[in-house]
């Protein structure tokens, strides 16, 4: 009878030994994650095992969540909600993400003369592309002339002491056009700080590559041809450590008397 009792306890200790042991030889495959966040779809893969990924998605998840919260043109708790409601030079206190963002937004007006400029959220919602209700129609000069007062990047300034911004006229902020790629690096630089080297992160069709598959493949990725009522792939591209981002007129857009008119808007006019 002793005897049986350590044999079946011998057994359990090897059986234990045997899950405990598989566990740390787990395959580094390449593993998907996916979600919703930021007012779109995220696709992310790398090369790690399962067991890994999975605890990573809580991280991602997280800073997805933080961006959103504090840069959303939707949420009325948001960084740029409190903004659009402050009064002219009235500092308002923001996070340190949000402030890197707009000042990062700031530099990218100045460079490009304002024709890439954050404060073009009112013609935005104008054109029926923010919060406001969608339109189906282009809206009048006279609309349009009435804003373009408010627009301007020279109107934003930045103290990065105080971690405040405040305005010198009754403009708003729209990030949309930065920070899903201000979320892409984040995601990028939380998977380096947790030993992932080999991945592929992608938020609202905005991408950044490191490394390659376990094959040694480059991570690839197909751009979409322009054409409304089909999809076709117009190039595969291959990503040796860069990122890249991709717009068009084709899917986010309305049509009025035989125009399109995409989100893509031009600041000055």
């Known amino acids: 009878m002793r005897k049986h009792v350590l044999f079946t306890v011998l057994k359990a200790y090897l059986l234990v030994g045997f899950l405990t042991g598989c566990s740390f030889?787990?395959?580094?495959?390449?593993?998907?994650?996916?979600?919703?966040?930021?007012?779109?779809?995220?696709?992310i893969k790398l090369v790690t095992p399962l067991s890994k990924a999975q605890r990573l998605q809580l991280g991602i998840e997280g800073i997805l969540a933080d961006v959103n919260a504090r840069m959303?043109?939707?949420?009325?708790?948001?960084?740029?909600?409190?903004?659009?409601?402050?009064?002219?030079?009235?500092p308002v206190t923001v996070s340190e993400r949000t402030i890197s963002v707009v000042q990062r937004a700031?530099?990218?007006?100045?460079?490009?003369?304002?024709?890439?400029?954050?404060?073009i959220a009112p013609l935005v919602d104008l054109w029926g592309f923010g919060?406001?209700?969608k339109v189906s129609e282009?809206?009048?000069?006279?609309?349009?002339?009435?804003?373009?007062?408010?627009?301007?990047?020279?109107q934003v300034i930045v103290d990065t002491s105080k971690k405040t911004i405040s305005k010198s006229a009754q403009t708003e902020l729209d990030l949309s056009a930065i920070a899903k790629g201000y979320a892409v690096d984040l995601v990028a630089e939380y998977l380096i700080s947790k030993d992932i080297s080999n991945f592929l992160v992608?938020?609202?069709?905005?991408?950044?590559?490191s490394g390659v598959k376990p094959t040694g493949e480059l991570w690839r990725i197909?751009?979409?041809?322009?054409?409304?009522n089909e999809q076709?792939?117009?190039?595969?591209?291959?990503?040796?450590?860069?990122?890249?981002?991709?717009?068009?007129?084709?899917?986010?857009?309305?049509?009025?008397?035989?125009?399109?008119?995409?989100h893509t808007i031009n600041p000055k006019t």
């Open 138 to 154: 282009q809206p009048s000069l006279s609309q349009i002339q009435q804003l373009l007062p408010f627009i301007g990047y020279r």
């Open 25 to 43: 030889t787990e395959k580094a495959e390449v593993q998907s994650l996916y979600g919703y966040s930021m007012g779109t779809s995220y696709h």
């Open 232 to 262: 076709r792939v117009y190039e595969i591209l291959e990503l040796d450590g860069m990122a890249i981002a991709t717009s068009g007129d084709y899917r986010n857009y309305f049509e009025s008397e035989g125009i399109r008119y995409s």
């Open 222 to 228: 197909a751009i979409e041809a322009p054409y409304i």
């Open 72 to 90: 959303s043109t939707y949420l009325t708790s948001s960084d740029l909600s409190k903004f659009k409601g402050s009064a002219t030079n009235e």
């Open 106 to 119: 700031l530099e990218i007006s100045a460079i490009t003369q304002g024709y890439f400029d954050p404060t």
């Open 202 to 209: 992608e938020i609202g069709g905005e991408m950044r590559s």
């Open 131 to 133: 919060p406001s209700a």
